[in-house]
């Protein structure tokens, strides 16, 4: 689908449908051509809310105001009706306040996604092109050259985010680590991207004794890849990504009931994110040498599976006494982040659809933000906020941190309590964060949005591609911030 931004006046644009906000339920604007038949017809134009008056081409969509996120989700929205059309061609006014161009192209972007790699029989969209016109409503006065360059930017991001959907969306038959490492070889056709993947000996000459027990009882071996992008210019600033990369979680011998185990194919979420943030940058032209570290594996059963008892040993050297075997992630977080601390991060964000109980704490459409350093969460929540992305802070305590103890090793991979688990599980991963780098450190669990059966958003069913707008978006800040 093509997205033009012209400079000619809405009504001079020939297209086959007319894309219409309703903004704020006020149907007395001037742009609302058919106010009777939608006031016939009961359409409210609630937030999110369509209608398609097939007889005049018109799409009429609901938007709460004219802020950014009201227009990505008008702009999915529409994208979802025009969809089920014959239309080729639609056009629609810049609706702009306050820059928001950019949004609404994510919103066409986002929406226009589809996961039909599995499917015998395919309807594919007939819609070709969608144009805006930059006659805006509220007589805004940005130049075609900056609306083309956000819209550019905008392309990126969301286009970043479907990369991330598509490889968690995929079946973990389909997509093991050896898989994963291949996708991440792939990027490197990408100008600035280098990638180096390491096998099993690799882990073993580390010491990563925590992520190699996880992979025991897979038949596919694990793989710690490392993906860099290094700009054109001298970077001011080195950004070290760590996802979760679990392309299947049966929990272990702490086996999963089956209900659980459906969807476990989104356990590499984090690891699709942080590739999917690094592709982003890159295109993006970002000033920043930055890196994604992915610990790529499956949890698997079998005779060598590692058990409840065992005692690991991290590539830090803390033991680790299990208690439950589904809690994987963090084992093979713990050593991925002793390795990428080991780049000198600037900033450090590891992410990964960690745990349930930050489900429970936050619902499933939010992600949850642990850290020491206050002012890096704020800026990332500002970011998110912007990116039209969910979060919310959970704090640490010296409480929960004593549930953690082991009477038999450094630390015990749960909590004895079953509250705060989301807390608890990063307070396991401070453990392997060096003193230096606590404030530079921030954990994001992505277990709630990174993979929803239902329509949400902007967002299909399926997969969302969780993190990755908020944190692109939290590094185009970081750089605006740097040229100040």
């Excluded at 097939?54 to 989700?73: F, K, M």
Aim: include cysteine; glycine fraction near 6%.
């Amino acid at each position: 689908m093509n997205i033009k931004i012209t400079n000619e006046t809405l009504e001079n644009i020939d297209t086959q449908a007319v894309i219409t906000f309703v903004i704020n339920k006020d149907f007395n604007h001037s742009w609302i051509k058919h106010k009777k038949i939608l006031e016939d017809v009961n359409f409210k134009a609630e937030s999110e809310d369509g209608i398609l008056l097939a007889e005049n081409g018109y799409i009429y969509v609901g938007c709460a105001s004219l802020q950014s996120d009201e227009l990505r989700l008008a702009a999915a929205k529409a994208i979802k009706i025009l969809k089920q059309t014959s239309y080729k061609s639609a056009k629609i006014g810049s609706y702009i306040e306050n820059n928001s161009m950019g949004a609404l192209i994510e919103g066409f972007v986002l929406g226009n996604y589809e996961f039909t790699r599995y499917k015998s029989k395919t309807e594919p969209s007939k819609l070709e092109e969608i144009i805006i016109s930059t006659e805006s409503y509220n007589q805004n006065t940005i130049s075609l050259e900056t609306l083309n360059s956000i819209k550019d930017n905008a392309q990126i991001i969301a286009n970043a985010a479907n990369y991330a959907k598509e490889i968690v969306n995929t079946a973990p038959y389909d997509y093991t680590p050896i898989q994963m490492a291949e996708d991440a070889l792939k990027l490197t056709s990408i100008e600035g991207i280098t990638c180096k993947v390491f096998d099993e000996k690799f882990l073993e000459k580390e010491r990563m004794g925590a992520f190699l027990a996880v992979n025991r009882a897979s038949v596919h071996p694990p793989r710690l890849i490392h993906v860099t992008y290094m700009p054109k210019e001298k970077s001011k600033k080195r950004v070290v990504f760590v996802g979760k990369g679990l392309t299947y979680d049966s929990g272990g011998l702490s086996l999963k009931p089956s209900d659980y185990m459906v969807t476990m194919k989104a356990d590499k979420s984090g690891g699709a994110a942080v590739m999917a943030i690094l592709k982003g940058a890159a295109e993006l032209n970002l000033p920043f040498e930055i890196h994604a570290i992915i610990g790529a594996t499956e949890n698997m059963i079998g005779g060598n599976a590692y058990k409840p008892d065992d005692i690991l040993t991290a590539k830090n050297g803390k033991t680790i006494e299990v208690r439950n075997t589904d809690a994987e992630g963090r084992l093979v977080l713990a050593d991925c982040l002793c390795y990428a601390q080991e780049l000198k991060p600037d900033l450090l964000i590891d992410m990964a659809t960690l745990t349930g109980a930050c489900v429970v704490a936050l619902g499933e459409y939010t992600t949850g933000i642990m850290g020491y350093n206050d002012r890096l969460k704020h800026e990332l929540y500002r970011a998110a906020t912007q990116s039209g992305e969910l979060v919310n802070a959970l704090s640490f305590n010296r409480y929960l941190k004593k549930l953690l103890k082991s009477a038999v090793a450094d630390i015990s991979n749960v909590s004895l309590s079953r509250y705060g688990g989301a807390i608890t599980a990063a307070l396991f991963l401070d453990n392997f964060i060096e003193e230096e780098y606590k404030d530079k450190w921030l954990h994001l669990d992505i277990a709630g949005p990174a993979y929803v059966e239902k329509e949400w958003g902007c967002n299909q069913s399926g997969a969302s591609g969780a993190g990755v707008r908020m944190n692109l978006y939290w590094l185009m800040q970081q750089n605006q911030e740097k040229d100040k």
